[in-house]
């Protein structure tokens, strides 16, 4: 049995990957069931409500009853569907929200694949997403989910320009576009970290955290520009038809997308698994617990969005991402390339 | 195999094991749940009539125009990448090359703004 494990020869090798890959997976989609609880707990403190807390103790077994609500309710497949496209648009969210983690480092050297190019990778994946959406919405044949998936289509691309920007100012300091080199550039303690370093140059890039924060949560169709779904005019969206598992596949995917991107803010600009001070007690947390903690960090302040701020008009919107942010990031990619080529080069 | 490709080999198993998943998960109510067919419950969602005309139906040029405004910028961010990469070992005259090509697309970006490219109402 052993020299089935032996990294050294290929079939080793493969085996010992995909085990690797299935404990991911699997830590993730439970990690998800309790983001997901603590999202409606959240939601639920914030309007003075209890939120679930029936299932297991405070609710905690909440999502796990829900998956099995999912699994267990007929999958109804409305007769003008496009079937072939209509399933697969969940699947390639689900796909595309998955794969993306795998450029991921949540401790020093553990990524499953450490790629030179894992930003590109990221937003390459990202961009790719988009698809389960606008084939989900013409698939369904609705013009609830059509509009709501054109919308969405809309959202997002606008969106990514702003994301890419800000990217392109982080990989200016890094002069790399591997996540872990990013995440060692930033060692030492939280006045090197990218979005609050002890430096002048925080001016510009602690406003960049803040809009890559902002666009992420268009990018990931959150409130308060959780257009596509808008209740009260959409209904549901390019979800409206989905029933079932086919529906928990694009929510799946949704929280994924909206996790990695929790988890793209704590490595590029929050010092990733680095601890705020490189002294003893706050070192005895091992690496992968400061990266949790940055997470869930993140995402406590994306729950609270969702619970606080009103949901945004579309014209408003698309002005927020073109006028403002467009403009912003560009100014903001010249001056930190100024301030590599002619401050932090030439000293 | 070269070492280039053994570093995607592992992405290649993820996509695999997702596809599996996915899969399993859309096969789970299919095996599992009761299906009761029934004309209105398969009809096309809509507020309590009929659906009328195409779904698939004409929609606004300004979905269009983001499209094409997107490929543009994108674009340019993509080619931002290698110059944002190598910045620090390049120097000044990479600086200066890549602010003429910023300085022409911001010309290009002041000009889709007058024109009302960017509006929305």
Redesign the interface.
């Known amino acids: 049995m052993e020299f089935l494990f032996d990294t050294a020869t290929p079939l080793g090798w ?1 085996i010992v ?2 085990l690797v ?2 404990a991911f ?1 699997v830590v993730l989609l439970v990690s998800l069931a309790f983001i997901l609880l603590a999202d409606r707990k959240i939601w639920a403190a914030v309007q003075m409500r209890r939120g679930p807390n029936v299932v297991g103790a405070f609710g905690l077994l909440q999502s796990f009853a829900d998956f099995l609500k ?11 569907v496009d079937k072939p496209i209509y ?1 697969l648009a ?2 390639l969210t ?2 595309m929200a ?2 993306t ?2 450029v991921i480092p949540v401790a020093p050297g553990w990524v ?5 190019l894992g ?2 990778y990221v937003l390459a994946i990202s ?1 790719l997403g988009v698809y389960g959406i606008i084939l989900g919405g ?1 698939a ?8 709501g998936s ?1 919308r969405s ?2 959202q997002m ?2 969106y ?2 702003s994301i ?2 800000v990217l ?1 100012t982080v ?2 300091l890094s ?3 591997n996540i872990s080199t990013i995440v060692e550039a930033q060692s030492g303690g939280f006045w090197n970290w990218n979005g609050i370093a002890l430096s002048p140059l925080t001016f510009v890039m602690f406003p960049m955290m803040v809009i890559f924060f902002i666009s992420a949560l268009a990018e990931t169709n959150r409130p308060p520009f959780d257009l596509p779904e808008a209740e009260s005019e959409l ?1 549901a969206g390019y979800q ?2 989905y029933s ?3 529906y ?2 694009f929510m799946i995917g949704e929280y994924l997308n909206i996790v990695l991107m929790c988890a793209m803010i704590s490595l590029l600009f929050l010092g990733g698994w680095h601890a705020p001070f490189d002294f003893a007690p706050f070192t005895w947390i091992p690496p992968v617990l400061w990266l949790a903690i940055k997470i869930c960090f993140i995402f406590f302040l994306f729950s609270m969005v969702k619970a606080i701020v009103p949901r945004y008009r ?2 408003q919107l ?2 927020l991402g ?2 403002i942010f ?2 912003l990031t ?1 100014l903001a ?2 001056l930190v ?2 301030w ?3 401050i ?2 030439g000293a | 195999m070269s070492g280039l490709l053994l ?5 290649l ?3 695999a ?3 599996v ?3 399993a ?2 096969a ?3 095996i ?5 067919p029934d ?1 209105e ?6 507020c309590g009539f009929p ?1 009328f ?1 195409d ?3 004409k ?2 040029i300004r ?1 269009y125009l ?2 094409i ?2 490929i543009v ?2 674009l340019e ?2 080619f ?2 290698p110059w ?6 390049v ?2 005259y ?2 200066w090359a ?2 003429v090509f ?1 300085g022409e697309l ?1 010309i290009g ?1 002041i000009y889709a ?1 007058k024109v009302g490219a ?1 509006e ?2």
């Open positions: 493969f990957k995909t890959i299935l997976v999912f699994v267990f309710k007929e999958a109804v497949i409305p007769a003008g399933a969940p699947v689900l796909v998955f794969i983690w795998s499953i694949a450490d790629l030179n930003i590109l961009s013409w369904s044949n609705s013009k609830y989910a059509f509009l054109l289509t809309a691309i606008s990514e320009i890419g920007l392109i990989l200016l002069g790399s576009l209904v409206v038809e079932s598992t086919f928990l596949l579309y014209d698309m002005r073109w006028k467009l403009p560009l990619v010249i390339a100024a590599v080529t002619f932090a080069g | 570093d995607y080999l592992p992405i198993i993820f996509t094991i997702a596809l998943i996915s899969f998960f859309l789970m109510p299919l599992m749940a009761p299906a009761a004309d419950k398969h009809s096309t969602y809509e659906a005309d779904s698939r139906m929609f606004d979905f983001v499209a405004l997107f910028f994108d961010v993509a931002l990448f944002a990469v190598s910045l620090g070992e120097g000044p990479a600086f890549m602010m910023l911001i970006y703004w960017l929305w109402d």
